[in-house]
Each structure stands twice: as C-alpha cells, then as structure tokens.
C-alpha cells in the first residue's frame, strides 16, 4: 500500500497542462490565465476628484472665501480652460482636476449662488483628489498569469482595458463508468441492476473544479466494451473510468484497456474508504481508475482528479484545503490507513462525525458539510479536541 | 441614513423567486431544486455484499469447513437458485446476496480449490451484508425543494433515478452601466474618459451568484439613454444600474427610469464604502441602483445584490456568511457607518487590513481575500483581537 501524498505526487507528475486559448473578457470568470494582463492604460487616467463639489486653487481655499464659478466638468467633460485665481470649477466624482486647480472642496462644505461659491470650510491642497495612476499605470501587470479569474479580476482586467484574455483550455475529461449493474438514470434497470450515480456526480465534479465533462455511454463488464470507451475517449485531456478498480475476476478495466496498449500502474492506497487506483497513461492521455463505490469513487476524485484537473488547468494542483475545528463527538485510533470521515459542521464550527460510515451510503455523503482527515495511526480524539476538515461545499 | 440590515430587509421584500423548469439532470449542478427530489427506486435494491467473497448459510460459517461453490453471482447477474446447506457462491462488491445464504465469506478469509471453498476465519451472519434500503427506499425524499445542487446531490438524485429535475430558472439579471464618461473595453475612450469594469465584473458576479447576466449597453448620461436602457431590460427578473445613484447633477439614473414610470427609493445607507442606493420596481422588475465606483458597487453587489438573486432563484437570501479571525496589524475605532475592509488572509488564518482602503483602487478590491466587516461604532481593535470576516472567493 502507498500513501495518498504518494499516490497524488505520483499523479501529478504525469499530467500537463493544456495548450492557451483566447476568450472574450465576459467569458473570462472562472478561467485561468495563461498570460500576464497588462494594463493598456492608466487609472485614473488624470488627477480626478474622489468627491462631488469644486474645484480651485489651494491659494483661495480659505473658509469664508467667495470665488467665481466659470464651468462645469461633468465626469467625461473635462474642463478645457485653466481656473485662475478668484475662481471656480463645479466637478463630479470621477471628473478630471483641470488646469491650475490644487484643491476640491466639497459641495457639502459650499454654499452656491448668482455664479459664486462661498466656503463653509477651507479646502486643502490635494484633498479629495486621486492621483493619475493611484490605482495601476499602463504597462503594469495587473493580474499574473496562473490565476483563477474571479468577478473582481474580471473587472480588473475590464478597468485595464483588457478585451481579450489568454487562458489555458479547461480541460477534458472522459468519463467511463463500467459493470453489467449500471444503468443511467431513466433507463431500464436489468435485473441485479442499480443505477449509475457516479457518471454524472463525477461530471458534476469536474464542471465544479474548472473541467469540462465528456460522459461517455456505460461499459458493460467485457475487454471490448472497455476497450471501445478508451477508443471514444480519444482527444480528451484525461480518461477517469470507475468501477472495475478492484481485484475481483470481474473486474475488467485494467485488462480492457491493456488491449489498447495503455501502461497501467494498480496501486493499493493506505486510505479509507476508497483504497484501489488505477493510474496510467497511453499516448499523451493519463487514465486515472476509480472505484465503483460512489462514495470512494467521491473521495478518490476529491484527491486525486480534483489536483489533476487544477494541474492540467494551469494551477498549482494542491491536496485538498484543510482547516482545523474542534470535534463535537470523540472518535477512536485510527489504523494504519488514512480516513476520510463524513461529517457536519454546526453553524458554531463544531465538526461531527456522522455515527455510520460505511461507504454503501451516498446519501451521507450528500449531506456531509465535510471530510474529516484522520492520519494513520492518529490517537482517539476525545468532543472539543481539534482535528483537519476539509469542506465539501459544491462539490 | 439606513443600516445595511435594513436596506437588505427592504431589498429582499420587494424581490419574489423566478418560475419553475425542467432540467436534465446533466445539467443539475449548481441549480436550485424546485421540488423534492423523490426516490424511484430502493438503494440497494436487495441485500447485496459489501465484498469480494463467497455468500452462505451462517450455520455453515464455521472456520475450517469447506463448502462446494455451486455458481457465481457478478454484480448485475444475480444467482437464480437458492444456497442449500454446505454450498456457496462466488460473489462481489455490489452482488446480490442469494436466497438462502445469510453470511459472506471474505475472498481474503477463503482458499479455493477444484469446486471447494475452505473457510480460514468464520463467517458471520450479516457481516459485510449492506442491506435492502440501507442508503434510502422508494419514495424516500432524497433531497429537498430549495436546495443548491452540488455534485454529490447530482449523485444522488442519479442514484434514485431521477433523470429530470425542477429547478427555479435562473435569475435573469440586466446590467445597465451609466456615464458619458465610460467605454467598454477595447472600444475608443474619450477625452477625461475611463475604461467600464462594472459591467463585466458585475456580470461575472451574477453569474457566480447563480444569475444570468445580460449586459445593455452602455447609457449615455442623458434622461433617454437610461429611460431606453429600463426599455431594454424588460423581461429580466431585475434591473441593475451603476453610476448616477450619487447626489450630483449629473446623476440622472433616478430621473431616466422616473420617466418609465419607476417608483424609486433612494437611500443613504450607514456603510462604506458605497453609500448611496437606489432601490424601486416598475411593474414586476425591481431596480437596484449601484455606485458607480467600482469598488462600492462591488461592496454593495455582495450586500444587496446577491441575497437578492439568492430569494429570486429559491434559497433564503441572508448577509454575507462572516468567519472570526484574528487581526494581524490594529484598526482605529469606527465611526457611524458600518465599514467594509480590504484585507489579506495569511496562510495560518490572519487578517491584516490593507493600509490604504480608497474606495476608487479597484486592484485592492481585486487583491483582496476578505472584507473585514466592522459594525458601526466598533472600538478600536489591536494586533490579534478577533474581527468578523467576509472571503470573498471567487466573487
């Protein structure tokens, strides 16, 4: 048996990224960059006021003072002339500071009559003004390559004037489910037969992690129905197959695809629930093997695929996050396999473990808020102790 | 001036959940269930092994006794006849348990020879036997009406056979961006213009908030361009503006949609940044009118905007969700107006507020891992004291 940290390491290093592509700035979110955006302009891209109120010369900023209003610069009109001594410019926030003001004083602080402006308080010399550049110049980078664009980059990139974004190609992810048992949802169910759960969860699974899904029709438990997925999975990033993971005579995935050539690697992992992966490659295309049982098959995605797919993304590909909570329920030693314990979070950040794990049981999964993460060999953990969670959210 | 709790609370009266559809179940991440997901089927289907082995009658189960192994019974094939007394079957994960038999033998328990199995531990009655329904029957409900699907709720509504799901359509949000002053990325920017990041961060936002975004073009500061902009957005579930909800005379948003008709409110709201809110409805739509400053209209977009595409698509609508973390440098006593701040999280759960907050740098807001959210009147806080937190994700 290997460890889970081996296992990823193991997996990682035989996935690529995918090449660059090019989308609009609206597509953007959620993608991630493949190239540095650089700012094409400057923001601001003037001296402008943060405020609405007026602008003039710091020199007649004293309170009390009467001065000349001689225009106006809405936001997007800049004022043309120069305001000169004695005088006055109405702004807007966002309006640009024009020639020979210092100063804005805010409309709150002026009383406005017959084309004057008289102070109720006295205006400071660079006060409520943003400098040209205060947020980003032209020619900086403004978000680095490798970043998973969020809403505000998004807009970031928008204020850059960015219409265009280089970003890697999600990548494509085959997905096999295989046994004479499975049907897909609506279908009729043979006898023996239970439906697949695991084709569309784990589609769901790679939409949620930055992927692009490619369900392909069940396998039935022979050499070439195996075979013939491997074939239509042909041009995909990756090949995930479950069921067929284990060591029973039925268990035909590793015998399958060996026909189409594929070096095939079957590690035992020091996990539970979730010990058998496969794990190989034919041609440039890495086959990850997961097992049948949906919620290994969950776990073994949540490990494995999940940094596989961030890998091939253009990210860094990491082990789940984890976060430490104090137990709302003791639990016993672990043994020599790491666990991943389905479990609720209170609203008070109390981890539970569900009483009944056996991993038969999609529907706790489905309930969980989380995994708790046991280490091998990890001592019994008595309420109130803290332990590693890992948070399930939309996956 | 209002509390941001109020404004949400008059907000999130006014907004009413969108109609019903029928979706595959494919496309079911991530969408809000209208009705119970209701269980066709019984999981498992019949009592059926939880491992490779051997299936028995109990009374057999004896260590040391061989028994004649009198067929085989793959997942998905049971075995039609029954296990008389010193007979087995072969069996696996997933495997109906025969009639008669009533333990399993595990494969790692077993030796096998010409017709024979010998059993080298007992077999117990029951064990690694999960049972008829263990996960959930026929009829059960899987999961309820107004949850957000996740990829395990795909699973298991996969699971109970559920091809087709209704869900709350998406929330068809229309972005109307305002002020001569703006351009939309790419496109020619004008003498004192700027560059538009709030439409496409906005829309990026709704679409992360699990809306629809459907972005006008941008309106010219006149009566007609915002009145034609409210024209255009008819059919979508709501109208969101940016720019002109300030107090200036040039901030036309409120008199432009006046003329269809709108009935407006117009709130100062005790925050910042971002202040100024417009809110009415014109006929079913409702407005909500953002700052035009990027960073405000992203503050207020987080506050009022997403609980709002939260009620319309189904889910109950609530204030950002805020963690407690400690402080990694002091903040000054607040004043009235409940703040929102740009702040870092460190890797070991620290929160350090950026040193300059101006509400015009938007690459802050873009940076920034969390709001810290302090209430009005807050006192000052030291270096470790504990402040509520806002991630901000991939909004």
Same mark, same amino acid.
């Given at each position: ?31 991630? *960059? ?21 602008? *003039? ?13 001689? @225009? ?36 709150? +602080?002026? =009383? ?40 505000? +980059? ?56 930055? @992927? ?39 268990? *035909? ?5 060996? =026909? ?131 948070? *399930?959210?939309?996956?």
């Amino acid at each position: 048996m290997i460890s889970v940290e081996e296992a990823r390491a193991r997996v990682l290093a035989k996935v690529r990224r995918t090449g660059m592509e090019v989308v609009g700035l609206a597509e953007g979110f959620g993608r991630v *960059l493949a190239a540095d955006v650089v700012s094409r302009v400057t923001q601001p891209p003037a001296d402008v006021s943060a405020m609405d109120g007026y602008a *003039l010369r710091a020199a007649d900023g004293m309170a009390g003072a009467s001065l000349k209003v001689i @225009g106006a610069a809405p936001a997007g009109h800049p004022f043309a002339g120069e305001v000169g001594p004695g005088e006055a410019i109405r702004l807007f926030t966002g309006s640009f500071v024009p020639a020979g003001a210092d100063a804005v004083l805010l409309q709150e +602080d002026a =009383t406005a009559a017959d084309g004057f402006v008289t102070l109720n308080e006295a205006a400071i010399a660079g006060r409520h003004i943003r400098r040209a550049g205060q947020d980003f110049t032209a020619g900086e980078v403004l978000i680095a390559a490798g970043r998973r664009l969020t809403a505000r +980059d998004v807009g970031l990139a928008a204020a850059g004037n960015a219409p265009w974004l280089s970003v890697f190609r999600r990548p494509r992810i085959a997905i096999l489910a295989t046994g004479d048992e499975i049907s897909l949802p609506g279908e009729a169910i043979g006898p023996g037969g239970i439906v697949s759960s695991n084709s569309h969860a784990l589609a769901a699974f790679v939409t949620a992690s930055g @992927g692009e899904a490619v369900v392909l029709p069940i396998a039935a438990d022979t050499l070439e129905a195996v075979a013939a997925g491997a074939d239509a999975a042909r041009g995909a990033d990756m090949l995930v197959t479950t069921g067929g993971a284990s060591v029973g005579e039925h268990d *035909l995935v590793q015998a399958g695809l060996a =026909t189409r050539g594929m070096v095939l690697d079957f590690w035992k992992i020091a996990m539970r629930p979730g010990k058998p992966l496969i794990f190989g490659q034919v041609g440039g295309m890495p086959l990850l093997g997961l097992p049948g049982n949906p919620v290994s098959s969950f776990v073994c995605a949540l490990l494995f695929l999940k940094p596989a797919i961030e890998v091939m993304s253009g990210l860094p590909g990491e082990a789940p996050r984890t976060e430490r909570m104090p137990l709302g329920a003791g639990m016993k030693a672990n043994d020599q396999r790491e666990d991943y314990v389905r479990a609720a979070i209170s609203h008070d950040g109390v981890v539970t473990p569900f009483p009944v794990q056996d991993s038969g049981m999609l529907r706790t999964l489905a309930k969980a808020d989380a995994l708790i993460r046991r280490p091998a060999h990890q001592v019994a953990k008595a309420a109130g102790e803290m332990v590693e969670v890992i948070r *399930l959210s939309d996956l």
